[in-house]
């Protein structure tokens, strides 16, 4: 074994046989399979552990330049979740009433969804997706980040499959504009909120629309 350049560690990789392979790779599709949106959710309540523990999952994630441009703000109080819950049912109540375009809102009709959203303030947690624009030093001087909805798209997109192995179900909620989050969590100009992750177990009985996903020959292509 060599020694590693400076600023290098050696990588962590354990090489499976393409049985394991493919086992692991056909266990993880059923899983993943199964994750369905919810709207309806339980108050029952969900350790932070677990939340912390799909956050670290979603820290894993590559970024541009190594910059990591994402911040989580997690709502797990009733009065945070309450003040959410106001600010999204009004950008929502101009969405539904006037701000959509009517093809959108066809669109949407299959689901049954409205203004109203009680599961901000029902599911146990919420978690705002931050897009950090730039970060400041100790000196106030600005540094530039890199592919930042890129990155920060894959790590949500670990933090809810990370969610969905632990057992939980989620939504992804997305209140146009949102810079409500900013002032809730006191979070600075320079982070942009995406969405809004929430989670938490169904609630009991609950139903989801019913839909096809698309096929591997209509989603990829190989060359």
Not at 39 to 58: G, H, N
Request: proline content about 7%.
């Amino acid at each position: 074994m060599t020694d590693s350049p400076k600023g290098f560690e050696d990588l962590k990789f354990k090489e499976l046989t393409e049985s394991d392979m493919r086992e692991r790779a056909q266990s993880f599709l059923d899983h993943m399979s199964t994750r369905r949106t919810v709207r309806s959710f339980s108050d029952r309540p969900v350790s932070k552990e677990i939340i912390q523990q799909a956050l670290c999952t979603a820290g894993s994630a590559p970024s541009g330049a190594n910059r990591q441009p994402w911040h989580f703000a997690v709502a797990g109080s009733p009065e945070i979740k309450r003040r959410i819950r106001i600010g999204a049912e009004e950008e929502e109540h101009e969405f539904y009433n006037g701000r959509a375009p009517q093809d959108w809102l066809d669109a949407l009709a299959p689901f049954g969804t409205d203004e109203q959203k009680p599961f901000l303030e029902i599911a146990p947690w919420l978690i705002a997706v931050f897009a950090q624009k730039f970060d400041m030093d100790v000196h106030s001087k600005k540094h530039k980040n890199y592919y930042v909805i890129e990155s920060v798209c894959i790590a949500t997109g670990l933090l809810i499959a990370a969610l969905h192995n632990a057992g939980l179900a989620t939504l992804t909620h997305t209140p146009s504009p949102m810079k409500f989050l900013n002032e809730i969590f006191d979070r600075p100009v320079n982070e942009k909120p995406l969405m809004l992750v929430v989670t938490g177990y169904p609630s009991e009985g609950v139903k989801v629309p019913s839909i096809k996903r698309k096929s591997l020959e209509q989603i990829s292509s190989f060359h």
